[in-house]
Every structure is written in C-alpha cells, then in structure tokens.
C-alpha cells in the first residue's frame, strides 16, 4: 500500500505554499490538494484488479517453464527444475513457419497502410477537390463495419482471385478495415501542421508531392509510428481472416498454429504456455522499447 | 469519434485571419489522385464485401460452384430457426453482461490512471500487459486457467459453488468465464479511453468545487463523471459494436459449449458457414449482424447527445 500512502505530504496536510502560487486556479499544487489526496477505495479496487491481471500472466511464465509432471501436481506448485525442452517443443511444432508467415503479414499490412492511408489523409486534409471530401465520409461510415459480418464474401471474393492459401489474402482484408481508423487519426494529425508551413514552403517554388515529402511526412512522424505500431499488432494477433482464407500448414500464422498445437497436444499446457509466450514475445519487446507510442498505438487515440 | 482529444475546438478558427481561416494558402493543393487509392482498395475489400452480404442472403451457396438465387429462403428460416432464436438471446445477454462488467471497471481503472504520480505510470505498464496478446493467446491462457482437472478453478471451484471445479462445463458458468476473460482482453484498452478523457477535464472544474468545500465523491459524481459522458458513449459503442469480436474467444475457450450454452450470432454464422457450408444463410447471419451493429451505434449516439460534443465546455 506504499502506492497510496507515498502521496500523503502533498496532501490536506502539507505546509501551505507561499500565497501568490496559491492564489492561481491552474496552479498544479491546488489541484492536487483538491482531488488527489490518498484515495483508499479506489487504491483497493485498482489492487485487486491488479492482482486480475497480473496473476494469470505470472502463471502462464511458471507452467512454461516447468515440466509436465511438476504442472500436474497442482496450478500453484513453484517448478522444482527450470526446464527449456518446452521450448524445443513448440519449435517442432512448426512455429518457426508460423511466426515467419505472421512476421510477412504483419510487414505486408503496414507497408501497404501507409502506402495507402498517408497520401490520402493529406489529399483528404488539403485537397480542395470535392471527392476527398466525399471520400472522409465514406471512411467515417466504414467506422461502423464490422469485419466479422463481412467474412463470406470476402472468402469468396479471394477465391474468386485465386488468392486463397496465400498470405496476401490476409493482408488485403486485415489492411482495409483498420483504414478508416488510421486515415482519421493522420488526418487529425496533419490538420495541426499549420498553414504557414505550407506558406513558406512554397517560397522554394515546391509542388504539391514535395510539400508531401518534405513537410507532410516529416511533421507527422508521431502518428506514423502510432498507426504503424496500431496496424502491426492487429495483424500480428490477427485470427478470423486468417483462419476463413488460409487451410494448410504452410500459410497458417501463429495465432492459427496456437490453436493447432492446443488441439493436438490439449493436456500439454507447459508447451501451450510457452507457444503463447514465444508469439507474444515480439510485441513484448516492442514494448519495452517505445511503450509510449505502442499504449498510443493500441488506443488509437493519437498518443494523449 | 475517438481522435477528438488530439484535435484543437473548430471554432478557434474564427479568431484566424480570415485569409488563412476559410483554408486560402498560396501552396499548391494535392488532386483527388493522392485519396483514389485508399479509397478504391477500402470500397473493393470494405465495402463491397457488406453489400455482398446482403445480396448472398437472397441466394442458396454451398461454397462450391456460383452462388444461385433462392428469394427470401434464407430469410424464413432465419425466423423460424431455433439455434438462431436461442443464440439471439445469448447474444444479447452477454453483451449486456459484459458492459455492465467492464464499465465500472475501467472507467475507475482510467480515472486513477488519469493522475500524474511516478507509481501509478509503473502500475499502468502492467494494467496494460493484457493489450499485447491476441485473443487467441487470450482464450488459450484462460482455457488453462479455468482448466477443471488441473487449473487454478479445480482448486478454486468449490469457494463458488463448483465443488468439481468445472466451471467452464457449466452452463451459466461458461458465460461468466466468458465475461471474466472478455473483461481481462478489453478493459485495458477502455480504460485507456477514460484516462485521456480525464485527462481533458479543466482543472478550474475541481478548484471550483474544493471552494464549495466539495468531498472526493461528490466531484467524482457531480464534476468527473459528467465531463466523461462522451468517453462513456463513444466506450459503450465501442463495446457493444465490439461484441461480434468476442466470437475467437468463445471458438478457442468454450467452442460455443457445453451444448449451445455460448452460442451467439456470430459463432453460429461461422459453424454455419465454414463447417456445415451453408455459406448462403450464414450471410442471413451477417446481414442481421451489420444492420443491427450500425443501427444500434447510430441510435446511442443520436440518443445520448454524442453530436453536442462541445456542451460539456458550457459556461467555462
């Protein structure tokens, strides 16, 4: 409970600050002194929910590690030998093939969403033409599709393009219904960039593709990585396109061969365990690096 | 909908010189050609798809051969189709359950993470791990969890009423597990949602209130929660629309068991189409599934004051 107590010096009762800070509504000491004194109720409700989250997490990295006779001997029972064969387990499996195959559809989908969504979020933005703006309305409808409602026809769409079993199959569908999203939130960004930047640019006699190159991008670096990062992980931990458009081996990805290896093996949860731990282990790392922009990604919220 | 925290109040324009404002710069403009892409890929693997729907629900289609046209077949049995009646229900049950779960949880999880404190930063990295893992992973994990022979619910069960442990066997208790592991997948990312919302409530608000002599409870109730109507319709709609996504969990945790306790609409178009190949009456399925999902966001946000965006800044 260190977490709630910590914050009691700024409190009710901390020695009052001289009178001219306190005097200023949007001085940061009043409001602490108005809404974040120790908050016990919900410092015991977050708590709990902690412990929710934390220990199924913490559970599943003891039973990978462990034997399967010690995972028999009770959920709680600490491991008495670290063991790795788990590992070698799932990579028998195959998972090398599955994590490659998820590995080209994750780079296809990003490649080709910004490809797509960057020009268009700066036609949408400057263009003056009356079909970018038609176009935003079209996207902000697309909002409300649901991609699980539309799986018939598109599996019969990809048939029909001779693109079932492929791993392009995948990234079509997977890319078109995460574009609204991510053209709105690069059009939200672009909209900052102000207009005496594009003023000034025009001073060099730039076109409107080089204004694009030159200012566009590099002034929205931000929200590239956020919808690079939000557009990878859907397709990293895509499941539905995947599994109505792909059948064999060879062009299933990881989430697809989880399944698999839990159908097969059902009572081996150790190596269960330790499959969902190597497919999550990428994102795991990218987690580590840039939380900041892959909680921003994942929110799509544009990074607040 | 969800940017509008990034983006600055539209009517700051008025103050701009009126040259700049009505969006007059001497830089050359983009063409349309720059949007034709996007737009021609969203409606060819988007769009087209949902109008698709709709005209193979008029048609009989096994996934062999063309797709021939049947008239209102589909549409009958669609009425009259026990499994559809019943997972309809179940459907609708568990979306409410799982709102009514979530909700409170992430709101109050948002709110606390709203605040700017060094701890509450490094508990948030963990209240946010489950936003990594796909629901395949997910499901897996839980599968294990609530396993009745060797997983944490065969010790667990009997404190809830489930002496053998096997909760997930259980037809009530398959719904909870459902719910329970829904919660944990999507909580995070609500919560997420009411953190930057708290984050935009002006601080004057609660300044304000410590004058009145206001308590801790009464600013949540009076200040807090009323800024955060908007985060709480666009998060409800986010939910409810996002209640066809549970459909990989339910196949990987239950497979719409025991019986057809977990079948909802979505896992029942998919086992009717993908495993009895009745392709042409799982996009009944669909169809339903894409008007009820649109209608119902378009009524929350025509019903709860979602257009009047701005009313939450009155009188600042």
Same mark, same amino acid.
């Given at each position: 409970?260190?977490?709630?107590?910590?914050?009691?010096?700024?409190?009710?009762?901390?020695?009052?600050?001289?009178?001219?800070?306190?005097?200023?509504?949007?001085?940061?000491?009043?409001?602490?002194?108005?809404?974040?004194?120790?908050?016990?109720?919900?410092?015991?409700?977050?708590?709990?929910?902690?412990?929710?989250?934390?220990?199924?997490?913490?559970?599943?990295?003891?039973?990978?590690?462990?034997?399967?006779?010690?995972?028999?001997?009770?959920?709680?029972?600490?491991?008495?030998?670290?063991?790795?064969?788990?590992?070698?387990?799932?990579?028998?499996?195959?998972?090398?093939?599955?994590?490659?195959?998820?590995?080209?559809?994750?780079?296809?989908?990003?490649?080709?969403?910004?490809?797509?969504?960057?020009?268009?979020?700066?036609?949408?933005?400057?263009?003056?033409?009356?079909?970018?703006?038609?176009?935003?309305?079209?996207?902000?409808?697309?909002?409300?599709?649901?991609?699980?409602?539309?799986?018939?026809?598109?599996?019969?769409?990809?048939?029909?393009?001779?693109?079932?079993?492929?791993?392009?199959?995948?990234?079509?569908?997977?890319?078109? *219904?995460?574009?609204?999203?991510?053209?709105?939130?690069?059009?939200?960004?672009?909209?900052?960039?102000?207009?005496?930047?594009?003023?000034?640019?025009?001073?060099?006699?730039?076109?409107?593709?080089?204004? *694009?190159?030159?200012?566009?991008?590099?002034?929205?670096?931000?929200?590239?990585?956020?919808?690079?990062?939000?557009?990878?992980?859907?397709?990293?931990?895509? *499941?539905?396109?995947?599994?109505?458009?792909?059948?064999?081996?060879?062009?299933?990805?990881?989430?697809?061969?989880?399944?698999?290896?839990?159908?097969?093996?059902?009572?081996?949860?150790?190596?269960?365990?330790?499959?969902?731990?190597?497919?999550?282990?990428?994102?795991?790392?990218?987690?580590?690096?840039?939380?900041?922009?892959?909680?921003?990604?994942?929110?799509?919220?544009?990074?607040? | 909908? $969800?940017?509008?925290?990034?983006?600055?109040?539209?009517?700051?324009?008025?103050?701009?010189?009126?040259?700049?404002?009505?969006?007059?710069?001497?830089?050359?403009?983009?063409?349309?050609?720059?949007?034709?892409?996007?737009?021609?890929?969203?409606?060819?693997?988007?769009?087209?798809?949902?109008?698709?729907?709709?005209?193979?629900?008029?048609?009989?289609?096994?996934?062999?051969?063309?797709?021939?046209?049947?008239?209102?077949?589909?549409?009958?049995?669609?009425?009259?189709?026990?499994?559809?009646?019943?997972?309809?229900?179940?459907?609708?049950?568990?979306?409410?359950?799982?709102?009514?779960?979530?909700?409170?949880?992430?709101?109050?999880?948002?709110?606390?993470?709203?605040?700017?404190?060094?701890?509450?930063?490094?508990?948030?990295?963990?209240?946010?791990?489950?936003?990594?893992?796909?629901?395949?992973?997910?499901?897996?994990?839980?599968?294990?969890?609530?396993?009745?022979?060797?997983?944490?619910?065969?010790?667990?069960?009997?404190?809830?009423?489930?002496?053998?442990?096997? $909760?997930?066997?259980?037809?009530?208790?398959?719904?909870?597990?459902?719910?329970?592991?829904?919660?944990?997948?999507?909580?995070?990312?609500?919560?997420?949602?009411?953190?930057?919302?708290?984050?935009?409530?002006?601080?004057?608000?609660?300044?304000?209130?410590?004058?009145?002599?206001?308590?801790?409870?009464?600013?949540?109730?009076?200040?807090?929660?009323?800024?955060?109507?908007?985060?709480? $319709?666009?998060?409800?709609?986010?939910?409810?629309?996002?209640?066809?996504?549970?459909?990989?969990?339910?196949?990987?945790?239950?497979?719409?068991?025991?019986?057809?306790?977990?079948?909802?609409?979505?896992?029942?178009?998919?086992?009717?189409?993908?495993?009895?190949?009745?392709?042409?009456?799982?996009?009944?399925?669909?169809?339903?599934?894409?008007?009820?999902?649109?209608?119902?966001?378009?009524? $929350?946000?025509?019903?709860?004051?979602?257009?009047?965006?701005?009313?939450?800044?009155?009188?600042?």
């Amino acid at each position: 409970m260190a977490v709630l107590t910590s914050r009691g010096a700024d409190g009710p009762d901390a020695p009052q600050r001289p009178g001219i800070r306190r005097r200023d509504p949007y001085d940061a000491p009043t409001r602490r002194r108005a809404v974040e004194r120790p908050n016990y109720v919900s410092g015991v409700l977050t708590s709990v929910w902690l412990l929710i989250v934390a220990v199924p997490i913490v559970l599943m990295i003891f039973w990978s590690l462990e034997r399967r006779s010690d995972y028999q001997k009770g959920p709680f029972s600490l491991p008495n030998s670290i063991t790795v064969d788990n590992v070698r387990e799932v990579w028998r499996f195959g998972f090398s093939t599955y994590m490659g195959n998820t590995a080209i559809v994750t780079a296809g989908s990003v490649a080709l969403m910004l490809v797509l969504a960057l020009p268009a979020a700066y036609g949408i933005v400057r263009s003056t033409s009356w079909f970018a703006g038609a176009a935003f309305r079209g996207f902000l409808i697309g909002l409300a599709i649901p991609a699980q409602a539309t799986i018939i026809p598109v599996y019969w769409m990809m048939d029909q393009l001779g693109l079932f079993e492929t791993l392009t199959a995948i990234i079509l569908p997977t890319v078109a *219904f995460q574009l609204p999203l991510v053209v709105l939130i690069l059009s939200g960004a672009l909209r900052d960039v102000s207009r005496e930047l594009y003023e000034a640019m025009t001073v060099d006699g730039a076109g409107a593709f080089r204004i *694009f190159w030159r200012l566009v991008l590099p002034m929205s670096r931000g929200s590239i990585s956020t919808v690079c990062i939000f557009t990878g992980i859907n397709a990293w931990n895509g *499941f539905l396109f995947p599994l109505i458009l792909t059948s064999e081996q060879g062009s299933r990805v990881v989430t697809l061969g989880l399944w698999n290896f839990q159908g097969q093996f059902a009572i081996n949860i150790p190596g269960l365990m330790m499959a969902v731990l190597i497919s999550t282990l990428p994102v795991f790392l990218l987690y580590l690096v840039a939380r900041r922009w892959l909680v921003a990604g994942l929110a799509g919220v544009g990074g607040k | 909908m $969800i940017t509008t925290t990034d983006a600055p109040p539209p009517t700051v324009d008025r103050w701009r010189p009126r040259r700049l404002r009505s969006g007059i710069d001497r830089a050359p403009r983009p063409n349309a050609l720059y949007v034709l892409p996007a737009a021609l890929f969203f409606g060819t693997f988007a769009v087209l798809p949902v109008i698709g729907v709709a005209v193979l629900s008029f048609t009989t289609w096994n996934g062999l051969g063309d797709p021939q046209p049947a008239g209102l077949a589909n549409w009958q049995r669609l009425f009259t189709d026990d499994t559809v009646l019943a997972a309809t229900g179940t459907t609708v049950l568990l979306t409410v359950l799982c709102w009514a779960t979530q909700t409170p949880i992430a709101l109050g999880l948002g709110v606390w993470a709203a605040g700017q404190q060094r701890n509450r930063a490094i508990l948030s990295a963990v209240f946010f791990l489950p936003l990594l893992l796909s629901s395949a992973a997910i499901a897996l994990l839980w599968k294990s969890i609530l396993d009745p022979n060797f997983g944490v619910a065969a010790k667990l069960g009997g404190y809830i009423g489930f002496p053998d442990g096997n $909760i997930i066997g259980h037809p009530r208790g398959a719904l909870a597990c459902i719910v329970l592991t829904v919660a944990w997948q999507f909580v995070p990312f609500h919560a997420l949602l009411y953190q930057a919302g708290a984050r935009n409530i002006p601080r004057v608000l609660y300044d304000a209130a410590v004058v009145d002599g206001v308590d801790r409870w009464e600013a949540f109730w009076h200040i807090t929660l009323p800024q955060l109507r908007n985060t709480v $319709i666009t998060s409800s709609t986010l939910m409810i629309v996002g209640s066809l996504t549970y459909f990989e969990t339910i196949l990987l945790l239950t497979n719409g068991g025991p019986g057809d306790a977990t079948h909802v609409l979505p896992f029942v178009m998919y086992v009717e189409g993908f495993r009895q190949y009745e392709l042409s009456f799982a996009a009944t399925i669909a169809t339903v599934l894409v008007v009820f999902g649109t209608v119902l966001s378009l009524l $929350i946000v025509r019903f709860s004051g979602f257009a009047k965006m701005r009313s939450t800044l009155e009188g600042l």
